[in-house]
Each structure stands twice: as C-alpha cells, then as structure tokens.
C-alpha cells in the first residue's frame, strides 16, 4: 500500500478499550448493589449469521462481567408464542436488557414485537418511545451502531463539531438515528462528538456523488458492497463503512476500501471496524438499564 494510504480506524482496539472501562463500572455498579446486569438475547430460526452475533454478544456480556441468557425457539414459532416470551422477560427483575435479534423469520411482525419490549429494557433502543427520547436530545438509550460510530470517531481523534456529515442510507437501525446523534447538541464523549450538520443521502438522490464529495466524514450504511469509491469522497475525510456484505470473496462492506484509502485520511476496516463497537455499546445499554431498574426499584 503507497505513502498515501488512510489511516485505519481500528475499531476491535477501540472496543477492547472501551469493555475495559466497563468492566470497572460494571464490577464497582455490582458490588454496590448486589446486582449483575443481565441481557436475553432471543433468537428465533437458525440464521448462521445470527447465531454468529448472539455468540459474541455473549461473550462480550462474560468479558464486561454481565450474566446472559439464550432464548432459541424454533423458526416456526408462533406471532403470540414470541410476545409471551417477552412479556414473560418484561416481567422478569433478573433479566435488564432484551435484545431479539433481528432479521426474524418470515411470517413474524417484527414491528410488533420490538414494540412489546418493555422501553426501560430495550437495549438496541428501538422502541418508539426510546427512538423520541433520542429525536429530543434526552435519550435514556443510544442505538448501538449510531452511539459505536460516535465513540470510534471521538476516540480517533476527529471532531464532529461544525463539520459536514453525509451519511449515506436512511434506515431506522442506522441512518436516521446517526444522523440524530451527530445533530444533537452533546454526547455521550462531549459536544466535540456532535454539533455537525448532517445530510442524509439515500436510493432517490440525485447526484449521489456530488454530495459525498463535500463530506469531512462519510458514512456509508447502504448494504451495497464496494459502492463508495475513491471519486466520491473528498480528499482528506474520514469514511466510516457500516456496510457488511457477504460476497464470493468474503466479507466486504460498502466501501471499496483499497480504492478509497488512496484519498481519505481515515477509513474503518470490514471486518474490524463498527462491528465489534455495535456489541461493545450494547454491553453499555444493559448496564445502564440495569441502573435505571435497580435505581426505580429503590424508590418503589
């Protein structure tokens, strides 16, 4: 690779270093009150790919010191067996987070479900009461991806504050809450982390590349493998790739990483970039639900 090359955005290291802290925080939050956060991962059918992220969501869950259960049901699992389950976690003071891994096999409401969480136990913060918590500026959760991109920019030294974002894809996981994060007036790192003025760019843009040219930080969520090349972007920006794409070669993501590392200044890795930190700020969801739960049940 030439002189010239981005520099990598490591997000496993960035993610190591932030289950680091909150193991700290999670042990000193245990011994004080005698309670260990737990998350239930549900996971319906049996997707490879799922599986794949259950299981290290788990052991992200060991390392940080939370406990973890697995709930797997079959793929022909009823709409109503399903919402049981949930209620049944709804209900439960041993379990803090709920996590039912997403995609859900055909013939499931997905909406539906998501919306039964209990809100002060939905740790994706998907729920539309968390989502209008975020859109506020007062979230009680950060969706994990948007809050993961946040924390690996931060913690690379890029300020966010009073540049331009384009953002590429408007999905309710990952484009529109992204860009309400980065719009908000502080964060979770500081102003520094937000205050950027935003574009959403999506499949009905005219002149896509027009736009993402004129971004200090490109952020491609588009589920497109090697879309953004190098003549999209600005020289000198930082490109975040959320994209995970399965291709004859393998693993890929949105960006043509070799392309676009001969003109951004900073680029993240698939695998090894927003990844791990998606797991990593889920582990700091369900550590926060554990304080919010134990905090009401102290009051009651």
Do not use: W
């Not at 052991?59 to 697995?70: P, Y």
């Not at 919306?115 to 913060?125: F, Q, W």
Request: with cysteine.
């Amino acid at each position: 690779m030439s002189a010239d090359t981005a520099k990598i955005m490591d997000g496993k290291a960035i993610s190591q270093e932030i289950q680091t802290e909150l193991a700290s925080e999670t042990a000193q939050f245990t011994q004080e009150t005698g309670v260990t956060p737990c998350l239930a991962a549900v996971l319906v059918g049996a997707d490879e790919a799922s599986e794949v992220y259950v299981r290290n969501k788990q052991r992200a869950c060991e390392r940080v010191g939370l406990s973890s259960q697995l709930h797997k049901l079959p793929a022909d699992t009823s709409q109503k067996t399903l919402l049981d389950l949930i209620t049944e976690l709804n209900n439960d003071p041993l379990v803090h987070g709920i996590l039912v891994q997403l995609p859900l096999p055909a013939g499931l409401d997905s909406t539906q479900i998501l919306d039964s969480i209990n809100p002060e136990k939905d740790v994706d913060a998907f729920h539309p009461e968390n989502v209008g918590l975020i859109s506020q500026g007062r979230p009680r959760f950060l969706p994990c991806t948007p809050h993961g991109v946040q924390q690996l920019l931060d913690r690379c030294g890029i300020e966010l504050s009073g540049k331009h974002v384009v953002i590429v894809g408007r999905s309710e996981i990952v484009g529109k809450p992204m860009a309400m994060l980065l719009l908000n007036r502080d964060s979770t790192r500081g102003p520094q982390a937000a205050n950027a003025t935003v574009t959403i760019c999506h499949s009905r843009t005219t002149d896509l590349a027009a736009i993402t040219q004129t971004a200090d930080v490109l952020i491609a969520a588009i589920g497109k493998a090697n879309f953004i090349t190098a003549d999209m972007v600005k020289p000198g920006a930082a490109v975040v790739d959320v994209g995970i794409n399965r291709t004859a070669e393998g693993l890929v993501g949105d960006v043509d990483f070799d392309d676009v590392s001969t003109v951004a200044q900073h680029i993240t890795p698939v695998p090894g970039g927003v990844g791990p930190l998606t797991v990593t700020m889920l582990m700091h969801n369900t550590l926060i639900a554990a304080r919010i739960q134990t905090s009401n049940a102290a009051v009651e």
